[in-house]
């Protein structure tokens, strides 16, 4: 099916037709829009009405900002209602004066401006003579009069002084929103060399959320990481937007958060520091026996700002060495002496010899039994191959019995990153603003494998070694043409490039221990993986299957906004480009020397007892692996290509003193990516069983995925106030969300790549190689095949492969968010919110295997197909389902007054919908053959979160209430505690079985239960934390009576505190001495038990998180601020 072409004007090229578009736009604004507001991503704008001591309206007032520390000023005057209104202002502290002729002037000191926010300062006026002035300090209390979207901002002052953990990177901080989970690590090591948090908002996928530096996109499209995170010494102030968001801001369903740094003052200002945390401060985990491994870890840097020619050009700057050595403690499971001679007696279940009985059934099958001993594998038979992959992998080392979690050893990580910032401002003149930011940052890694070259589980088999490099940089121009109008021009770079390569890169370890057809080349060096399961580890040997990869992305982001004020509307509209490039040479699904995976059905009795480690022990040892067994080989690298384009208009009307609406549009265009030249694409089309190439024959490069012109966004708010102390508000928007993942749908396909994927016919038969043979690790992989693509980019007959087929017809996925607020201003500098927030995804994303079993018992035969086919493989497309979020958001502020700044934020919510994303992505499918078993609670779903942060100046010493002269002043002065307290509940999940009774490919099974689910609360490997004895494996060929996500695991608490002492050297630098203490309490965050009733550890808990999560660490740190 064609695509859907461009109208003929712009089908030459999208991407200069956007240019001009953009430069249209800029010459026929002011003659559209004769006065307008500017775009907020990196600016801030500040309003208010003037009025007498009757409250009548002062209409030509002259109104004056003034930025305390650049000494920026604007003026304006006063329209018919005694409205002004400032756009485009920079972060900062402003000074506000009114001035008219009859009244005594009017000032309002110390207001804060943050980025993406609008301040409201109302001033009344006297009567009586311009020389006479009433001057008075803004409230701390700030409400939020004037907006309906839900936001939070951090201060620098948060950033700086609240304890963080993982780099003190600011993302952390994300938790003080409501709705907000835990920030936490995703990917491994490598991917996220920049150790980027992600957070789930409001119920959405973290890859809904949008990252940006001053309004600039930074974001690293494929696994939506944060590609260059500023050190939080370098932040101004980081607005985190999670609902109902300005119409300027799009591609996003979850949070945009928005980074501003600091820019140069008048005044010289900076700081050194120096952050050390080490191992002989930490506690041990509850489950370490051996002693702490050594770790180092130093956070170095500092930054300086000033004036280059003061009120004019200003310039900051800061520099950030990381040193991170890691001590690591692994347990991890290894096979038993008596496992690896074939006594499998201690397995708990029974093993059959698959040579027995009914091979393509698995009916009818002998018990082994060797030497009057049930299941004992003869020793002769067990593989010679498997025999040296043992010999690899060290004997349990931890006393007991236990056939898991029995093997534990220190391993070391290293870090090395290195980073800067550079920014300068120029006011060139009232008019004109101009700033310039570059951001680099270069990350080395080192992983030490747990068996040495052999690799191993340990650390996400994340083997390896890597190096990535990234940039950001941005310029932004703002012209004020008047008082009521402006405009802004902003281009923004964004690159990096990440290499990794695995341990045993360049070695030929698969031909050494006999699995032919392995080590071709460079990229295929090394050894193959061997999963195991039922509590043994995938990877008992080897490197994840990513490995070596390279890849690189650029993204260049052109933006145009104008705006201006007209009467009491502030219209404002915008156009964006952007350019997205990435760059891919990367193992998938099994990795460049591939996969041998063991199950259990190849030696169970279908319809015999249960099944447990003992069988994937066995399966190993007779080498006959079953499903997840294969091979994918790069033939080419791949490349994806994209333009997009958005625009945006919206209006905020003060329809009356008290009353603020907010309405606007935002239209949003994804160009169908394309590979970087022709034959870099392909989709699979599972009708005809062929492979369609893009730009061969009368192929088109987008392989024909619909070009969508549609999405219009509306965006609305309210916000009313009821008096000086109380705002209403509420809102509703939609929002889309792009492409919703990285290369894998374009690069695993052939040609791109071969892809070997080895299945079995049913759940108790051997995985089969193209040829029909059983695969085996003696018999290896074959030779790649080469791409022949014929003139019209048809390949017909597609060799057997798990392939992706994308659906032309995507649209994309959006979300319908809510809210209704009350905000309340309290006593003592506390403001109170109370919120509903809600939201509807509509058409998200999952992976869903079109060539599943949908007949259970039925194996290969209940796969479509399989019939017409003979495909086993997978064929995997994006399914698209709805997601709904509802909760009680309440937030409890109180910014810096009298030495105390807190946030306090509650969370009580539900979500559910069809899929959670996974760690690194999209989900996936979980039931085929009853679709909606697939509707729960979502994984990431925790009922209650509390999230309390503090910053606290003890109120003694010089300027305070007590003890505030003399020695005393001296000892007591200069304290100050900060914290970030969280309590939440627990995530849901699910308890599995073994698939083999099941036996329908790609569907997951669930545990059967006969009772009560129970806590009993156990920790460790000699008990387990719910009651098990109530759930079984279901015996027969239908799904257990146990649902997705039905079970709660441990909740979580932790607290993470600083004590700081500050000591006055000059009346201008300060020395600052703090300690740090993550998990102060020691209490970690376990994760959900072991879940499979297969498993030989369920039910049990045996291990916890590490970092600000895990164990009690302490860092210590010296500052010093001038």
Known sequence: MRPIQFPSCMRKGLAQNAVRLMLLAGATAPVMLPGMMIAQAVNGSLLGTITDQSNAAVPGATVTITEVKSGATKTTKTNESGVYDFEALQPGTYQVSAVQSGFKAAKVENV???????????????????????????????????????AVDITSQQAEDLPLGTNRNVQGLVALAPGATKPHLVHSNFFNAQASLSTEVNGQSRLANNLEIEGVDDNERSGLLQVLIPP???????NVSTANYQAEFGRVGGAVMDMILKSGT??????????????????KTRFQTT????????????????????????????????????????????????????????????????????????????????????????????????????????????????????????????????????????NIHNEDHLSYRYSWQNVDQNQEPIFGIAGGPAQGANNASGTQTAYNTALNYTRVFSPRLLAEVRLGLNHYRNKARQVDYGTTASSAIGIPGVNVDANTSGLTSINLGGGLPSNLVGTGASYPWDRGETNIDLVNNWSRVVGNHGVKFGIEYRRVRDDLFQGQVYGQRGVFAFTDGQTALNGGPKTGIANYMAS???????????????????????????????????????????????????????PRKAGDYSNYEPNTNSLIVAGIGSNPMNIGLATRYRYFAPRVGIAYRTDAKTVIRAGYGISYQSWPD???TYATNFPLKQNNAYNPLNSYTPALRADGTPASMAGGFPAPLLANVPSNGII???????????????????????????QRALPAGFVLDIAYVGNVGIRQPQYYNLNAGFVAGAGAAGQPEYAPFGRTQSTTTFAQATSNYNSLQVKLDHRFNNGLSATTSYTYQKGLGYVTSNSTGVGSTNFYIDFHRNYSRLANDRTHTIVQSFIYQLPFGKGKKWANSGFVSHVAGGWQVTGVMSIETGTPFSVTASGTTLNAPSNTQVANINGKFRKTHGIGTSTTWFDTSVFSQPLTAAFG??????????????????????FAMTERVILEFRAEAFSLTNTPQYGNPSSSVANSDFGQINASSGGASGNRTVELAGKIRF
């Open 1041 to 1062: 009576n146990t649902g997705q996500n039905a079970f709660v695991g441990p909740g979580f608490f932790n607290l993470d505190a600083s004590l700081f002492r500050s």
């Open 232 to 238: 939080s010494e370098a932040i101004e102030s980081v």
């Open 796 to 822: 017909t007959n597609a060799p057997l492969a798990a392939y992706y087929a994308i659906n032309t017809k995507w649209n994309a996925p959006y979300t319908q968010s809510f809210n209704a607020a009350l």
């Open 742 to 744: 990285n290369l894998n």
């Open 291 to 426: 002693a702490m491994a050594p770790s180092v870890y130093n956070y170095t840097g500092g930054n300086i700002g000033g004036p280059i020619i003061k009120n004019k050009i200003f310039l900051f700057g800061d520099y950030l060495h990381i040193a991170d050595h890691q001590g690591q403690f692994n347990t991890v499971s290894v096979p038993t002496a008596a496992f690896r001679a074939g006594d499998l007696s201690a397995g708990g279940t029974n093993v059959y010899d698959p040579t027995t009985g009914n091979q393509a059934t698995g009916t009818g099958r002998t018990q082994f039994n060797y030497q009057g001993r049930p299941n004992v594998i003869d020793p002769a038979r067990i593989s010679p191959i498997a025999t040296r992959i043992l010999a690899m992998v060290p004997l349990p080392n931890i006393n007991g019995t236990s056939l898991t979690n029995n093997y534990s050893k220190n391993t070391h990580f290293v870090r090395t990153s290195n980073s800067f910032d550079v920014k300068a401002d120029a």
């Open 620 to 674: 190993f040892l007779l080498d006959i692996p079953g499903s997840g067994t294969g091979r994918d080989v790069g033939v080419k690298d791949a490349s994806w290509r994209e333009n997009q384009v958005f625009a945006y208009v919206q209006d905020t009307w003060q329809a009356s003193p008290k009353l603020t609406l907010n309405y606007g549009v935002r239209w949003e265009f994804y160009d169908p990516p394309t």
């Open 266 to 283: 008048n005044a010289i200002h900076g700081q050194a520091y120096e952050f050390n945390r080490i191992s002989a401060l930490a506690a």
């Open 112 to 150: 804060a401006v943050v980025v993406n926010t609008t301040r409201r300062v109302d001033l009344s006026m006297s009567v009586g003579s311009t020389d006479e002035s009433i001057t008075v300090s803004a409230a701390s209390e700030v409400l939020k009069t004037d907006r309906a979207d839900v």
